[in-house]
Every structure is written in structure tokens, then in C-alpha cells.
Nanobody, 123 residues
């Protein structure tokens, strides 16, 4: 049974930073791509950042230059370092394990999801 658990969310002022973690268990996740998605109230879930099996990273234009994704294969943990946070970054952030080794922006291509962690940015 695969289990993904996010942590690190919270309340931060605009311009501040947070680091999200996603701890995975139950599967050798190194064979798969992993990504971060977010969902704000009343909006669809959107791709934020992803890392392929080979280590290639991808970012949504809205977070490029501010967020950094990384993956600790030994600890089977994925991270999202978020800097210069903006009020529009407020959302529930989810980590997800893809069904393949390539990053896709389509949430339907992800097999496993965490429960989400809330990020709130005050102006």
C-alpha cells in the first residue's frame, strides 16, 4: 500500500518562505515521476512542479524562479522549497506519484496522492 504524506504547510506573510515535504512509503518511488499540485478554493487542481525519474525538473510559469523541487531518493522524500510567496500561492498543496517515469501536467496521470497541506499567504 503506497502512502504519501505532506507536511510543512502553514501561514506566512507575502515574501516569506516555506518548505513542503512529501514522505513516501510502500513502494519504490524512484521508478516514477513525482509532482506537486495545488488547489485553491473554487479552482481546479493545477500543476506546480514535477521531477522525472531521471531527475529532470519542471515548473509552472507562475512559480518559476521562486519554487524549487528536489527529491531525496535515499529517504524517499520529495520537497518543494517555496520562496517569495505571494497571496495567490494560497492553496492546498498535494504531492502525487505518477503512473510512469515522465512528468505530466495532467492530474489524471497520477496514481497516488497525499492528503494535502494548507499554505496560506497573507498580504
Amino acid at each position: 500500500q503506497v502512502h504519501l504524506a505532506e507536511s510543512g504547510g502553514g501561514l506566512v506573510q507575502a515574501g516569506g518562505s516555506l518548505r513542503l515535504s512529501c514522505a513516501a512509503s510502500g513502494l519504490t518511488i524512484n521508478s516514477y515521476a513525482m509532482s506537486w499540485f495545488r488547489q485553491a478554493p473554487g479552482k481546479e487542481r493545477e500543476f506546480v512542479s514535477g521531477v522525472s525519474r531521471s531527475g529532470n525538473t519542471f515548473y509552472a510559469d507562475s512559480v518559476k524562479g521562486r519554487f524549487t523541487i528536489s527529491r531525496d531518493r535515499a529517504k524517499t522524500t520529495m520537497y518543494l522549497q517555496m520562496t517569495n510567496l505571494k497571496p495567490e500561492d494560497k492553496a492546498v498543496y498535494y504531492c502525487a506519484l505518477a503512473s510512469g517515469f515522465l512528468v505530466t501536467f495532467n492530474p489524471n496521470q497520477y496514481t497516488y496522492w497525499g492528503q494535502g497541506t494548507q499554505v496560506t499567504v497573507s498580504s
